[in-house]
């Protein structure tokens, strides 16, 4: 499904040279649910850049969903984020001033798909992530763990191979964290790729599997045998 | 997302800031405004000279003195004293000019007029009978200049609608009532029918007398100021021109056209020259309105780059989701031509509302100038483009990881 092989990625300015990542692989089969952690510098931001086709790699290759992201172009690298991922960032990236619905048929606005089916999309997701009757409210009507459903559900809309979680929990209150990461679980129960970088062990322990980097490496990746769940 | 989908969301986008959408247009307002009202009234003044013009008639050439080289000095023109009663009237009876239907000889000066406590500064022609004629001048009371009043030097007066009433006030009848100029009393015999305008030659602010009254009893002299010549028709107006000219030259002992000591003008000469006057206003001002368009085309400008900034994060959003570059590009684009054509569409309403109170007030016929609006509107929205297409393109070349992280 997922597939990184000897992944480097290396930022250069005019003086330094810095490893961001060195040489890294593994690889996500479908129906995974697998958290990346690791401290702020680890290296963990840039490589949800690359899992997420927001950015490329130095070297080494990224296969997704049988498609190589190694060398393509800026609208190629949209084209790929648009059907196979569904981000879901810290700060919710709602558009501000639009209403949930609107929000959630944006990907599907620039997928070329039709204005009816992106309603009826829309509402089902919205229904799915239970917003059934936030579906009018714009971004600034909604609490922090609505907002961030409302981002679920616009993850979801493209029905994409992975979806790709930066610290989904960091800006909502911890009940409301809760919220979301149930609604992770169930997702991954129904058949959901799910890749999630965060920091905090607690939210982790949710996933299936736990990936640790340090210093652009991977120093640990195993199986969490105390799996936290939470009830529906 | 198709286009229309996208210039409506752009509509959405720009009503949300209406503050400061409207002060963004307000450059392309005053500039379309300006460009379309400037054009429709230069149109309007230039249609107005061309009436006045007309209506003194066609066919109409006029010889004045002066005008051309008289040896190494170039006389003014209408200031010499060379042309006289006998020129006219050699005119009118050589066998040799064919497409002359009649004559006006003319001496006409401007002169203080009294009457009681008021008075005035006014044109006085002195003229015969025929001047009525070749002006189409016609009378609301009274009667013209008759030929008996030249022959026999009478102090009447004919004047026009506009004097009689700075003279004698509202609605009283002047005929019968005496006029005071320099030291001669005119009886009031006629007044003609107001013809309107206002400005240059204004017909109906002017007093008609008999030349022989004019020349010997008001001024002294015996030279004219003009000779008006009617053509039989407006085909014969070069010929006409031509015979009057080598008359003239035959009388005056010049061989050289160029040393002639009058000049000959049509009304279309005439008019050229009115027409190139405001013409070269016209273009100079709209020269100034372009220029505060190209100003609000750079506030434009500079707006739509406060809102790529402030709009980073949005921006490497839609990039996140899958828009493409050329999508970005397209929605920034939009906004500013909508932007810019909506001021245009505002400049266009406020500049044809000038142009319709100020020829209002200025006694000018009101005329919408198409040409104009079509291109302030084409204008306006080239405008969007040029200037829509920095910021546009600044926006789809943002790294959606540096748009998303930027704060």
């Given at each position: 499904m997922i597939q990184l092989k000897d992944v480097s990625k290396i930022y250069k300015t005019e003086m330094i040279e810095t490893i961001?990542?060195?040489h890294v692989s593994f690889e996500v089969k479908k129906g995974e649910f697998a958290a990346i952690m690791g401290p702020s510098g680890s290296g963990k931001s840039t490589l949800m850049h690359i899992l997420g086709a927001l950015d490329l790699a130095t070297s080494g290759e990224y296969i997704l969903d049988g498609e190589s992201?190694?060398?393509?172009t800026q609208d190629e690298l949209a084209d790929i984020r648009n059907r196979k991922i569904g981000f879901i960032f810290q700060a919710f990236n709602l558009l501000p001033r639009t209403t949930a619905i609107k929000n959630v048929m944006l990907p599907m606005a620039y997928a070329g798909i039709p204005k009816e089916e992106r309603l009826e999309k829309a509402k089902k997701y919205l229904e799915m992530v239970g917003l059934k009757d936030r579906?009018?409210?714009?971004?600034?009507?909604?609490s922090g763990g609505q907002q961030q459903r409302v981002a679920i559900a616009r993850g979801l809309v493209m029905n994409p191979a992975i979806l790709l979680a930066d610290e989904?929990?960091?800006?909502?209150a911890s009940a409301q964290a809760e919220e979301v990461m149930s609604l992770f679980q169930k997702l991954n129960e129904e058949g959901h790729t799910i890749i999630m970088i965060t920091h905090e062990p607690d939210i982790a322990a949710h996933a299936n599997r736990i990936i640790h980097v340090r210093d652009g490496i991977i120093i640990n990746d195993e199986i969490n045998k105390h799996k936290l769940k939470v009830k529906s | 997302m198709d286009i229309r989908e996208l210039i409506i969301e752009c509509f959405s986008t720009l009503t949300v800031n209406k503050m400061r959408t409207g002060l963004a247009i307000l450059g392309i307002v005053i500039g379309i405004g300006s460009v379309i009202a400037l054009i429709s009234l230069g149109e309007a003044s230039q249609k107005m000279i061309e009436n006045q013009i007309q209506s003194l008639g066609s066919n109409l050439l006029t010889v004045q003195p002066?005008?051309?080289?008289?040896g190494a000095v170039r006389g003014a023109q209408?200031?010499?004293?060379?042309?006289t009663l006998e020129d006219a009237k050699a005119i009118q009876s050589?066998?040799?000019?064919?497409?002359?239907?009649t004559i006006s000889p003319e001496l006409s000066r401007r002169a203080q007029v009294i009457v009681g406590r008021n008075n005035t500064n006014t044109q006085i022609y002195g003229v015969h009978p025929s001047y009525a004629e070749i002006r189409k001048l016609t009378l609301s009371s009274g009667v013209f200049i008759t030929t008996r009043d030249v022959e026999t030097m009478s102090k009447v007066a004919v004047i026009g609608p506009q004097v009689a009433t700075d003279l004698?006030?509202?609605?009283?009848?002047?005929?019968?009532r005496m006029i005071r100029t320099g030291t001669q009393s005119l009886k009031v015999v006629g007044v003609t029918v107001a013809k309107g305008g206002s400005g240059f030659?204004?017909?109906?602010d002017m007093i008609y007398v008999p030349l022989s009254t004019a020349q010997?009893?008001?001024?002294?002299?015996?030279?004219?100021s003009s000779i008006s010549v009617e053509a039989k028709s407006q085909d014969v107006m070069t010929q006409a021109q031509n015979e009057v000219g080598y008359l003239l030259l035959a009388r005056h002992k010049?061989?050289?056209?160029?040393?002639?000591?009058f000049s000959i003008m049509s009304q279309a000469d005439i008019m050229n020259t009115a027409s190139q006057v405001t013409g070269t206003f016209t273009t100079l001002l709209s020269g100034i309105a372009a220029i505060s368009l190209l100003v609000g085309g750079i506030g434009i400008m500079n707006i739509m780059l406060v809102t790529v900034t402030e709009r980073t994060r949005e921006i490497g959003l839609r990039k996140a989701l899958g828009a493409k570059q050329r999508i970005v590009i397209l929605q920034f684009l939009f906004e500013a031509i909508i932007l810019t054509i909506t001021g245009g569409i505002i400049g266009m309403i406020l500049g044809v509302l000038i142009s319709f109170i100020l020829s209002s007030t200025m006694n000018l016929p009101f005329t919408i100038s198409w040409g104009a609006i079509f291109l302030a509107m084409g204008v306006s929205g080239v405008i969007g483009v040029v200037f829509g297409w920095y910021p546009a393109q600044k926006a789809s070349q943002l790294q959606p990881i540096e748009a998303l992280r930027y704060e």
């Open positions: 961001a990542l060195s992201v190694s060398k393509l579906m009018y409210h714009t971004s600034n009507q909604l989904p929990t960091g800006n909502i | 002066g005008g051309q080289s008289n209408g200031g010499g004293t060379t042309l050589s066998p040799t000019i064919t497409s002359v239907k004698f006030g509202d609605g009283v009848n002047p005929i019968g030659n204004n017909q109906d010997k009893q008001l001024y002294g002299v015996s030279y004219l010049f061989n050289d056209p160029t040393q002639a000591d």
